[in-house]
């Protein structure tokens, strides 16, 4: 019996929303971080292979000094001139196709989620939309209602008349635009779905869904809240992957490393179409520590080749995954591009990730089924890293 931690169970339960879930058998109660590690109560260190959003690292030095020195000079809103959010918006629109060109900045990847809706219905007059099965875009009203892995889940009151969902089988969104009694808004897609199970989409999906949606007059979102900032290794965005070009790209979790921002990046007509009059403000979106933390944030991803580093030490972890494949029938899967991978196994996979947490490695369960192991480290994980994580895993699936 830990009693520290049955009391902060018990405070949280009395005290927080129950629905609030908790990672793990055994509770973690970590009082610090250091890039790819965290620390519990009692100084134990653990290998965090699953937390994206510490991209740069836990507690990066530099991002750290960039949000003190802001924070005692001045943090204000959008409704005063400021050098950094425009500082911050060169940069990141110099990360993404010329077309996609206007930033906003908002507080939450669902916040994103949430304005790259209006920012469609504004462009397109129309309502409907498509969405990939089991995919997660956040937790508002609007949200709720394009995730079909809430609204389909338990609690869920299934989807709501104006969205649609596609299967990860190629053609199906074209079959779906073929059938829509009314205009279409837009498609949503992760480039690379995460929830779902840490899904490589087909060859071709993307540009065939991407094309259709366009012909059909909507506009394509892409979700790049976890695949982005250089995560899969290959490309700064996985929609590069594909070789396609989205009208609205979303991005949260990884920009702030912890601080919550949420971006959305459009084309110019888009964003015109938008500006009908109604006055948009966010009070804390684009406000200037919130903006000295993003650019540093880029800064570091770019002068520390982060991505090369995705590419290469992601490599090297899979291929110690698929050598642990042959002597180990339980796994059925290994998949996934740079620090963005899963594991599938052939039953739930929640006891394997329990076990690594014990021995001191931080995994996910992932899928609709809670079969894949999600490994999505900070981008500093390293090579020495990545051979713990194999030999450990290969300990529990050996001791079943
Ligand atoms: N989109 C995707 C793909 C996500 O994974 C998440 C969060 N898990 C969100 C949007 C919502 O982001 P937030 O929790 O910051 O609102």
Same mark, same amino acid.
């Given at each position: ?11 949280? +339960? ?13 509770? /973690? ?6 890039? +790819?590690?965290? $620390? ?8 965090? =292979? ?43 629109? =110099?990360?993404?196709?010329?077309? /996609? ?6 507080? !939450? ?9 209006? /920012? ?15 995919? $997660? ?27 649609? %969902?596609?299967?990860?089988? !190629? ?19 992760? !480039? ?14 993307? #540009? ?17 809240? +976890? ?127 329990? +076990? ?8 996910? %369960? ?24 194999? #030999? ?9």
């Amino acid at each position: 019996m830990n009693t520290r931690i049955d009391l902060l169970m018990d405070r949280r +339960q009395r005290l927080l929303g129950r629905n609030l879930s908790v990672a793990y058998e055994k509770p /973690l109660h970590v009082v610090r971080g250091s890039m +790819q590690y965290l $620390y519990d109560d009692e100084g134990r260190q653990y290998l965090d =292979a699953y937390n994206n959003v510490a991209h740069v690292g836990h507690c990066h030095p530099k991002v750290v000094a960039a949000g003190q020195r802001q924070m005692e000079v001045l943090n204000t809103n959008t409704r005063y001139l400021g050098d950094l959010i425009l500082e911050y918006a060169e940069k990141l629109t =110099a990360t993404l196709p010329e077309s /996609l060109s206007v930033c906003f900045f908002i507080n !939450s990847g669902s916040e994103a989620n949430e304005l790259a809706i209006r /920012l469609a219905r504004a462009h397109t007059k129309a309502r409907e939309m498509i969405v990939l099965e089991h995919a $997660y875009h956040g937790n508002t009203t609007t949200c709720i209602d394009i995730s079909p892995y809430k609204h389909d889940g338990a609690g869920g009151e299934s989807a709501p008349a104006w969205v649609h %969902t596609a299967r990860l089988d !190629s053609g199906h969104v074209v079959e779906i635009i073929q059938k829509l009694e009314a205009p279409l808004c837009g498609f949503i897609a992760e !480039s690379m779905p995460s929830v779902a199970g840490q899904i490589v989409l087909p060859d071709g999906y993307l #540009s065939q869904a991407y094309d259709a949606v366009r012909r059909a007059g909507g506009v394509c979102i892409a979700d790049e809240v +976890q695949t982005g900032f250089g995560r899969t290794g290959t490309h700064f965005y996985a929609f590069e992957r594909y070789g396609v070009v989205p009208d609205i790209v979303v991005l949260g979790k990884p920009i702030g490393n912890g601080h919550p921002i949420g971006a959305v990046i459009t084309t110019r007509a888009i964003a015109d179409s938008f500006d009908n009059g109604m006055e948009f403000f966010s009070t804390f979106g684009g406000n200037n520590v919130s903006c000295a933390i993003g650019l540093k944030v880029l800064e570091v991803v770019q002068e520390e080749n982060l991505q090369a580093h995705a590419l290469r030490v992601g490599q090297h972890l899979l291929a110690g995954l698929h050598e642990l494949k042959p002597r180990h029938e339980v796994i059925h899967e290994i998949r996934g591009s740079g620090f963005f991978l899963g594991v599938e196994l052939a039953h739930e996979a929640g006891a394997v990730v329990n +076990q690594m947490r014990e021995r001191g490695i931080l995994m996910g %369960t992932e899928g609709p089924l809670h079969n894949v192991i999600k490994i999505r480290p900070p981008m500093p994980f390293s090579e020495m890293d990545a051979d713990r994580l194999v #030999s450990t895993l290969a300990e529990v699936l050996i001791r079943g």
